[in-house]
């Protein structure tokens, strides 16, 4: 069983920085698919971002896009996501997975979590 551990999270103004890690407990992490989830208050969790396990070929969200880096250290089993310029709509609870193969950038809608259960997330708050 897959778990993850999501970090880096914060309250940060418009326009700041923030990375954020997520660790996960498998041997298997360079052979997996992994995305980045967000959820906020009130709304569904959508997929943001993307990277396949083959040649970390990545997709973002079009909201995101030009913002959001999506990046992984196979030797530490980390995955990363650099956020930029960041904005008030950002603000949401950032959560990471195993996930299924994406093939294209507008395939991200479809992009699910296939292992493993939900880590605790970490919180993004934005500041306006």
């Known amino acids: 069983q897959v778990q993850v551990v999501e970090s880096g999270g914060g309250l940060v103004q418009a326009g700041g920085s923030l990375r954020l890690s997520c660790t996960a407990s498998t041997s298997n992490f360079r052979n997996y698919n992994m995305g980045w989830f967000r959820q906020a208050p009130g709304k569904e969790r959508e997929g943001v971002a993307y990277?396949?396990?083959?040649?970390?070929?990545?997709y973002y969200a079009d909201s995101v896009k030009g913002r959001f880096t999506i990046s992984r250290d196979n030797a530490k089993n980390t995955l990363y996501l650099d956020l930029n310029s960041l904005k008030s709509e950002d603000t949401a609870m950032y959560s990471c997975a195993v996930v299924n193969a994406v093939g294209a950038p507008g395939a991200l809608a479809n992009m699910r979590k296939i292992l493993g259960a939900w880590g605790q997330g970490t919180l993004v708050t934005v500041s306006s």
């Open positions: 990277i396949g396990w083959f040649d970390s070929r990545s």
